[in-house]
């Protein structure tokens, strides 16, 4: 790949043009594309996350119906699923890095739709497995991407902000599952099949919607396609009042400084030693073990809590409708995120966010009554819908335009891993130990992430070529 120094605009070649367009970008007082493409980027988190809770809801039918066994379920549920996230997320996020950030988005959403359509027409453990396989392939990438392109095409200024309002849309598929899941599971044969149908009717509506997505600029600009570029930043300019362009022109603060990489001929041997060594490959060992971390709860909460409240005396139908009240946190914590993730340096409100976590896992442990469950379950939610987003952005923003999707990929598909940890352990030391312990390990495993992000570096406000630098 050529490599040329970073210059002013004036400097001649074409890294002196991409950085004066890149700056320009940065310098946008606002989202630069029509609001409906924010919107489209949240449905594909809406189906993500839809698609994360769905299965937990639809387990307990599905298992009765098709005869499966503890095994079969933990298989189908969660190691299958979980497997696919790491391949998707890492194959379609190559395919981003290569080849564009619109038609690997494209194809995440499609694959995703396909295997949830499939998961609702299963008859069997080796279809579901299948479905559910392909739907995990989808899911993994169609998160990485989401925070990848809005993160590239947001001003440095407001990424945070813009990247947390895609997510509210999103978070919403968490906070509504539940709901949807009770009007359907327990009261129709078909109940968990017409709660799949629904996921991929979301999921192939994303990709007709996807359709009108531009690429990204940044993207472009990586790999030399500097016209391109060019126009779509005029165009992006155009949305804007001159006055509120005049207003945001003033200079960057610690502009980027090191050097800008132009160019197609990148050589993927490379590219994969930059992040298994050195400051990049330290930025994928950091976000693999705060993401292991994280999942471990994550994955135990969503994936066991139902069953083991219901387990402990609650009941199928009074743990269903605890964890969904409780789910109202979700978008609550977005919105707090909205108002602060630009203005609180994002590291910071991650671990704060991680605080709020153990907090919730330890009310929900003492299994109290059902309004202690319940805030419980809240302060939960409430943890995810803050932690979520600026994690995800917090992620991206440690690795270069030309590494980004794949260093996501490895650290959030690699950090997976630990939600097969969580969905085996949480049930493992309930039964071994007491209800409460089980829960408070959990809360400790996502505080210790929150524990690992306060070591990253500073990204608020600031240029994503020069946090990567």
Known sequence: MSQMAVGPEGRAGGAGRGQALLDRM????????????????GLAYFFVFYDITDIGFGMPRIAQQFALTTNDVKFVAIAIGLVGYIVGSNLIGALADWRGRKLAFLASLL???????GTAFATGIVSLSL?????????????????????????????GRISVTMFMIGIIGQAITPFVALALVPH????????????????????????????SPRWLIQHGHLDKAGLMVGSMEQRFDPQELAAAAAPLSGGPEGTLRTGDDEDPGSTMHELTHGRYGLAVLAMI????LWYIGNYGFLGDAATLLSVHGLGIGSSILYLAVGAIGYPVGAGIMIVTADKIERKHLIFGATV????????????????????????????LGSYLQVA????????????????????????????????????????????????AVIGITGLLAG??????????????EKVAQ
Do not use: C
């Open 392 to 439: 995800y952005t917090f992620t991206a923003e440690n690795f270069p335009t030309r590494l980004r999707s794949r260093g996501f990929a490895l650290a959030d598909g690699g950090g997976h891993l630990g939600g097969a940890v969580g969905a085996l352990l949480l049930p493992t030391l309930v039964a071994g130990t007491t209800f409460f312990l089980g829960f």
């Open 356 to 383: 709020v976590w153990l907090i919730g896992m330890l009310l929900i442990g003492t299994l109290a009554n059902g309004v202690v469950v319940t805030a419980g379950s809240f302060l939960a939610s409430l943890a």
């Open 188 to 215: 129709f044969y078909i109940g968990w099949r017409l709660l799949f149908a629904i996921g991929a009717f979301i999921g192939l509506a994303g990709v007709l919607f996807g359709l009108r997505l531009p690429e």
């Open 289 to 292: 073990t705060m993401w292991f």
């Open 111 to 117: 694959v995703s739709g396909l295997g949830s359509l």
């Open 451 to 464: 524990l690992i992000a306060l070591g990253g570096p500073k990204t608020s406000g600031r240029s994503l």
């Open 26 to 41: 940065d310098r946008l007082p606002g989202w630069p594309l029509p609001r409906f493409d924010l919107f489209v980027l």
């Open 131 to 159: 479905w559910r396989f392909l739907t995990g392939m989808g899911v993994g990438a169609a998160l990485n991407l989401a925070s990848t392109y809005v993160g590239e095409l947001s001003p440095s200024s407001q990424r």
